[in-house]
């Protein structure tokens, strides 16, 4: 069974951080794209960080650059996403995904909430 497993999220004040998890198990990990996405209340999915599964190759959205930062240890299964000088505005639930088989396969994980207040 695949399981992508989100954990660190919280309630932080704006300019603070919070470091989020995603746990993998059932895939060969190393082989996957991973990625983060969030949510808002009343507002669809968004993309916000990229990590390639090859050379660790990193994108981010443009409303997250220089604040957060992707990576991923691929001994431990997990990856990661520092998040740092928090706005309001970051609030949401966070997903994990992975992408495997050049496309074939997708995962998501259950969501972490983070809540940033001003």
């Known amino acids: 069974e695949v399981q992508l497993v989100e954990s660190g999220g919280g309630l932080v004040q704006a300019g603070g951080s919070l470091r989020l998890s995603c746990a993998a198990s059932?895939?060969?990990?190393?082989?996957?794209?991973m990625g983060w996405y969030r949510q808002a209340p009343g507002k669809q999915r968004e993309w916000v960080a990229l990590?390639?599964?090859?050379?660790?190759?990193?994108s981010y959205a443009d409303s997250v650059k220089g604040r957060f930062t992707i990576s991923r240890d691929n001994a431990k299964n997990t990856m990661y996403l520092q998040m740092n000088s928090l706005k309001p505005e970051d609030t949401a639930v966070y997903f994990c995904?992975?992408?495997?088989?050049?496309?074939?396969?997708?995962?998501w994980g259950q969501g972490t909430q983070v809540t940033v207040s001003s």
């Open positions: 990590i390639t599964s090859a050379d660790g190759s990193t």
């Open positions: 059932g895939i060969t990990f190393e082989t996957y794209h």
């Open positions: 995904r992975g992408v495997g088989g050049r496309g074939l396969y997708e995962y």
